[in-house]
């Protein structure tokens, strides 16, 4: 199993950025998929951005929403993943989760077994 803990979040104004960090431990995989979901109060949790790698390549997913404005990285050293949130607007209001396994559908919340505690991401206008 995998444990995840996002960190990174925080009260920000429209038009400012943030990364948020994930930081993994205990066994991964050769071919595995992270990636970030949010969730406003409210709604249901939405799929944001995710990654997934081998030894034969590396693909992206994106949101419809953050298309263009957040990007993910991955640091195999350091067993962590990255989202890069560029251009905040308020509407990107949420608690972000960290999320990995191994799937072949990576936007889908359902398909992951592992997900971490979440960090509050606010943005005023």
């Known amino acids: 199993q995998v444990q995840l803990v996002e960190s990174g979040g925080g009260l920000v104004q429209a038009g400012d950025s943030l990364r948020l960090s994930c930081a993994a431990s205990g066994h991964t995989f050769t071919t595995y998929t992270m990636a970030w979901f949010r969730q406003a109060p409210g709604k249901s949790r939405e799929f944001v951005i995710a990654?997934?790698?081998?030894?034969?390549?590396?693909?992206?997913y994106y949101g419809d929403s953050v298309e263009g404005r957040f990007t993910i990285s991955r640091d195999g050293a350091k067993n962590a993943v990255y989202l890069q949130m560029d251009n905040l607007q308020p509407e990107d209001t949420a608690v972000y989760y960290c999320a990995a396994g191994q799937t072949l559908r990576p936007t889908a919340s359902s398909d992951y077994d592992n997900w971490g505690q979440g960090t509050q991401v606010t943005v005023s206008s």
């Open positions: 990654m997934t790698w081998s030894e034969f390549s590396t693909s992206k």
